[in-house]
Every structure is written in C-alpha cells, then in structure tokens.
C-alpha cells in the first residue's frame, strides 16, 4: 500500500529519519532544525514567535496528507534543567503544528513516551491513568492532550528505549558498542523495567496504522519486558562482546536528576488488535536484521577478540544515559 504525503518534523532524529525511510522518497518530506541530508525544510520549533507563520508556510507549500511530529526534547534531565524549553518543544510546538495541520486538512502523528506513567504498576494499556513523574514526562503529556484537541482523529504513538541504525550514533546501542570496544565498563539500571523498542519496527507500525487509517492513542514497544542491563547484556551478547563489562547498578546510584518510572512497559494487545501481523522484534532479531542491512552510522563498532587486550585493565567507567523516553 502507497504512503500517503507525509511530512515528517524532526526528521533528523532516529524516529523521524526511520519513518522517512518507511515513507520513500516519493511520499516523504522532511523538516529539520536545519536543511542538510537528512531535512529538505529548516524549521525552528522552539522560535515561539515565528512558529505559527512558518508552519503555515510550510504546510502551504508542501500540502501533505500526514503531518508525523517526531520532533521534541527528549533529554529527560535536560528538560529538568530547562523546564522552559521542554514545554515550548513538547508541548506547545506540538499543538501549533496539529493545530496548522488540521487547518490544512493533515492527520496528525504524535510521538510519545511511557515515561506518562510512575512506574508503579506497569505494563501499561492505553487506557491507564497517567501520572508523569518528571519536566519530559508531564510535558509530552500535555503535547498528547494538545493534539488530540486539534486533531481528534490524530494518532498518538507511545513509545520507549528506542534504539537502533541513525546517522548520528547517539542511542543507546551505540553508546553501548562503543564503550565495549573500548572495554570501558558501563553502569545501566537493573531496576528500570519496560520494552526496548527497533526503531524500524517502530516506523513501520507507526505507518501501518496510518496507511490503515486508525486513531486514537497505541502503544508501540518491543514485544519483551526487562530491565536496561538486561537489555545492555543481550546486545552485547548478540555482538559477541564482553558482557561482564555492563554493571548493573540501581537507578538511586546514577544521581539522576529527573525520576524515572521503574516497573513501568506498555501492552500492545491494541495494536495486535488491529495490527495481528506487525513486526516487533526482540533485541536479538533487532540486531539480526540491523546487521544484514547496515543504514544509517555503522554499527557495531569493532568489537575486537584480540588476545593481546585479554590482560588490559579496566578504563574506569561510564554510566549509560541514552536509555530513556523517546530516543535520547
């Protein structure tokens, strides 16, 4: 089935650059905080006072059939330090961008995060009573509620721990590569509990239900609970790299300055409702078919079994941080 018009904001991002790519070229028009490779359009979200005109201009010059916001602050301390900003990006650029596309006749793509939730009594429906712990999570709750205003026929995405190929390297999986290259052992939560989500499973559910013309908030998550550091371990695993290196540590050890839900994850029995054949790959297949078809920056990065570093001493540590929300 052909991708309807779909313009996609933030598309330099993981997310947005993998909904691109679901999309094609032919469908596909991408905006970025500047026009490079990955954005034919330059838009600055937080530029309150340009925002509204330059939405209108834009959507007037590109006339879509979808408008998939995968752009936001997603830096969960960050939004912590600059409260400010979280709102403008999450919440406010949000509802002027539904509010442009409706106006011109767009469906609306939201992209959110399980972070809504305390992380009390997770897995979490859809239809579970938000209680966001932090500046990210309340904000990208309030960009939820923003668009389903504007939009009601919006579709919301709720997601989280997403990983996989993007041009700049940033998520997890390759913090984690990198630092077992280097055998630099790495701190990962052990008590922080939900799906570690593909971000090309992600995409394509994601555009699945738009091609299907569905709305209404989903849950699109990996299809296994656990941990980070059993997370980290089965990457690590799936690359043949030394799993000893990921240290298991509890979050109150990571001085975090924004709460994180521990025993939180979503159900997707919804989107298997509507979508009973949708990919979502567990961390082993995820590296599987990465592997098979190397997009975006290179991954992993060498992970050596040189026996002359066999004797190398630990380089002290790094704590690992591109775990959480969205994509950060």
């Excluded at 992600?202 to 998550?221: E, Y």
């Excluded at 409702?273 to 979502?280: A, D, G, R, T």
Aim: charged share 20%.
């Amino acid at each position: 089935m052909k991708s309807p018009r779909t313009l996609i904001v933030g598309a330099g991002g993981q997310v947005g650059a993998a909904v691109a790519r679901e999309v094609g070229l032919e469908s596909a028009t991408t905006v970025d905080l500047r026009i490079g490779p990955t954005a034919q359009y330059a838009l600055d979200l937080a530029n309150a006072h340009t925002l509204s005109s330059r939405l209108e201009e834009l959507l007037a010059a590109t006339r879509p059939d979808v408008v998939v916001n995968a752009a936001g602050m997603t830096w969960v301390d960050g939004c912590e330090a600059d409260p400010g900003r979280a709102m403008r990006l999450n919440h406010c650029a949000a509802q002027a961008l539904a509010i442009q596309a409706r106006r011109f006749g767009a469906r609306n793509v939201y992209f959110s995060t399980e972070y809504i939730f305390d992380g009390t009594a997770g897995p979490y429906l859809e239809t579970d009573h938000p209680r966001p712990l932090s500046v990210y999570a309340r904000t990208k709750l309030d960009g939820e509620r923003a668009v389903l205003a504007a939009d009601p026929d919006g579709l919301i995405i709720r997601t989280t721990v997403v990983y996989g190929p993007e041009i700049l390297g940033k998520n997890f999986a390759y913090q984690l590569a990198a630092a077992l290259s280097s055998r630099t052992p790495i701190r990962v939560p052990s008590d922080q509990v939900s799906g570690p989500t593909y971000n090309v499973d992600l995409a394509t559910a994601t555009m699945a239900l738009v091609r299907n013309r569905i709305s209404g908030i989903f849950n699109v998550v990996g299809p296994e609970l656990m941990d980070r550091a059993t997370f980290a371990r089965r990457l690590a695993r799936a690359i043949k790299g030394d799993e000893s290196l990921v240290r298991p540590v509890a979050t109150s050890v990571l001085g975090q300055r924004a709460l994180r839900p521990l025993n939180a994850g979503l159900q997707i029995g919804r989107l298997r409702s509507v979508l009973p054949h949708v990919c979502l790959r567990t961390p082993e297949e995820a590296v599987a078919h990465w592997l098979s078809c190397q997009i975006g920056k290179p991954w992993p990065m060498l992970v050596r079994t040189d026996p002359r570093s066999a004797g190398v001493a630990d380089r002290g540590h790094v704590s690992i941080s591109g775990v959480d929300g969205l994509s950060d």
